[in-house]
């Protein structure tokens, strides 16, 4: 298995209070890629980086902002947590060789705004 | 990317090959095939892909019809830990948009 790790693995946290979640890889790949999974909606895109300090916004970003400042680590963070933003949020990589099709999950963060 | 359609839900035997079954009617010269499954409550677990050839790995094969309009996926000997959501996704491995669209893809349950 791709070594992917996210942390916290649960939280819970109250509405407006600030929330950084973490997605550490070591497997030097190129992208990374936070999506949030709710029931009826599948897995959507919220951020993803094509290398350190390059990211750019996926499908659903608003509320959400990333940062990369070195290839294993991918910062998600709620500035201002609401209740929306209850979910399941994966971490995935992938690298140049293999093609962004390619994808390589983390085990998930369940996060539930109280 | 193109559409995909998945029967919603599949049963197999411990120990008896599953086949699951991916329609992709409209997929294109360039996007390949990619399998994906996800276990209740981990993450998605990449498994095979494929542009025109069969495939095979450690997990899994890869049947792509020669008009590239449908495939399937066996799991040669399924096990009760390969009960799961079973998604089909086609797409071009590279590109700008790189998000991963997961339909509601195929619960597959292995019965003992």
């Known amino acids: 298995d791709a070594g992917i790790t996210q942390s916290p693995r649960h939280k819970v946290t109250e509405t407006g209070t600030p929330v950084t979640l973490r997605c550490h890889q070591t497997?030097?790949?190129?992208?990374m890629y936070w999506y949030r999974q709710d029931p009826g909606h599948g897995l959507r895109l919220i951020h993803y980086s094509y290398g350190v300090k390059d990211t750019d916004k996926g499908e659903v970003s608003d509320g959400y902002s990333v940062s990369r400042s070195k290839t294993e680590d991918f910062l998600l963070t709620l500035e201002s947590a609401t209740s929306s933003q209850t979910s399941v949020y994966f971490c995935a990589i992938s690298d140049n060789l293999a093609g962004v099709g390619e994808q390589y999950f983390g085990p998930g963060t369940r996060l539930t705004v109280t | 990317d193109a559409k995909t359609t998945q029967p919603t839900s599949m049963d197999c035997a411990e120990g008896r090959a599953a086949n699951l079954p991916c329609n992709h009617s409209?997929?294109?010269?360039?996007?390949?095939v990619y399998w994906y499954r996800q276990i209740h409550s981990q993450g998605p677990q990449y498994i095979i892909h494929g542009l025109k050839n069969n495939e095979t790995n450690e997990m899994a094969s890869l049947i792509i019809t020669e008009d590239r309009k449908s495939s399937t996926l066996i799991l040669p000997h399924a096990t009760l830990r390969d009960t799961a959501v079973y998604y089909c996704?086609?797409?071009?491995?590279?590109?700008?948009?790189?998000?991963?669209?997961f339909g509601k893809g195929t619960l597959l349950t292995v019965n003992p």
């Open positions: 996704i086609v797409r071009v491995p590279r590109g700008s948009n790189y998000k991963l669209t």
């Open positions: 497997e030097n790949h190129r992208y």
């Open positions: 409209t997929i294109s010269g360039n996007e390949y």
